[in-house]
């Protein structure tokens, strides 16, 4: 049994993570129907998405739409949250639904654009969508909450960490936000004396890197960490890391925060391994995904740190994770897991609240703002896991290390 690190959250633990990522099969909407069969459409059209609903409804059925960027530069987070969706519809419709009615799950590409993201929600009011699952990234879920907001349709968030994403009452999510995220990760490396001498590479374009590297900052004081360097890049810079990695070494780093995605993380590690720097690189949930990045070596990420609410290699997560390769043909990563959450969720609080499919969105989802904060789950992400009226989640993160190519709780 591996030893799990766990550290508190909220008012009721001393901190708190977020998650906000697993490339799983193709881009297409499926659409669960009765006794969970499926069809399946091309992902973004209304044509061929109203030709899958005609065929496969099931009388009765709640109507779940999911939106991710299922292609582009994140989809490995987009067809992540797609594929725990459809496993976890599939196990509920297979168990015989939740409080007897089946479900259906309808994914639409945003490419991890906002104004796509909009669309995607248009696309699936026009379907009939009662309840959102996303959108899976920051930006494009503040832009949908402030559209579901106004439609009063509900929405949980698997991985959107912004703060800003679970403004409106009728958004929760299953991830932690940034700034929790942010000072879980310096009390973390504080506690454990990883380093006394930190330095940060984070993205300035984006709320996530920029969210999380905030709060962390300021709790690094707190846990006695020097910040070295403090160096930013942005989406059109993201290619080339010399001048910060030149800093961060120059100053004797102990150890290197990335508060990033895998992508960039990928490209850090490998271009400091060039430079022959090799501190402590600690990173977040968005690194989540770097030992999948095609032609990576990933003996370059051994040893990297981060805080990650799920591994495939826990035994709480076995079953779902050979569900989950057989599936969609690869193991799943966070993202995946708490999009399975969100989903276990959302029949827990049907079965709450007494909703039936023949209620429209904005009844449900009065219903449903209620029952989330009176129902609790025991999820891949987290036991016991509840929420308060804020939308946030109240469950215990983890660490993970990155030891002979694979994320070792610890």
Known sequence: ???????????????????????????GSTTAAAGGETTTAAAGSAETTAAADNQGTAEGAFKIGVIGPLTGGAAAYGNAVKNGADLAVK???AAGGAAGYMLEVNPQDDEHDAQ??????NTLKDWGAQMIVGSTTSGPCIAVAAETANDNMFQITPSGSAVECVGPENVFRVCFSDPDQGM???KYIGENKLATTVAIIYDSSTEYSSGIREAFMKEAGNQGLEIVADEAFTADTATDFSVQLDKAKEANAELVFLPIYYQEASIILKQASDKEFAPIFFGVDGMDGILS???????????????????STE?????FTSDYVAAYGEEPNQFAA????????????????GVTPDMDASAICDALKTAMTEISIDGLTGANMSWNAAGEPDKEPKAAKIV??????Q
């Open 1 to 27: 049994m591996k030893k799990l690190i766990t550290l508190g959250l909220t008012a009721a633990m001393i901190a708190s993570l977020t998650a906000c990522g697993g490339n799983g099969g193709d881009s």
């Open 91 to 93: 196990e509920i419709n």
């Open 116 to 121: 796509k993201s909009v669309n995607a929600y």
């Open 184 to 186: 879980a990760a310096a």
């Open 293 to 311: 990045v095609k032609n990576f070596d990933t003996s370059l990420a051994e040893g990297v740190m981060l805080l990650t609410p799920f591994s």
């Open 315 to 319: 035994e709480s997560s076995q079953k």
């Open 338 to 353: 708490d999009s399975y959450d969100a989903v276990y969720a959302l029949k827990a609080a049907i079965e709450k609240s």
């Open 404 to 409: 002979n190519g694979a994320y070792e709780m």
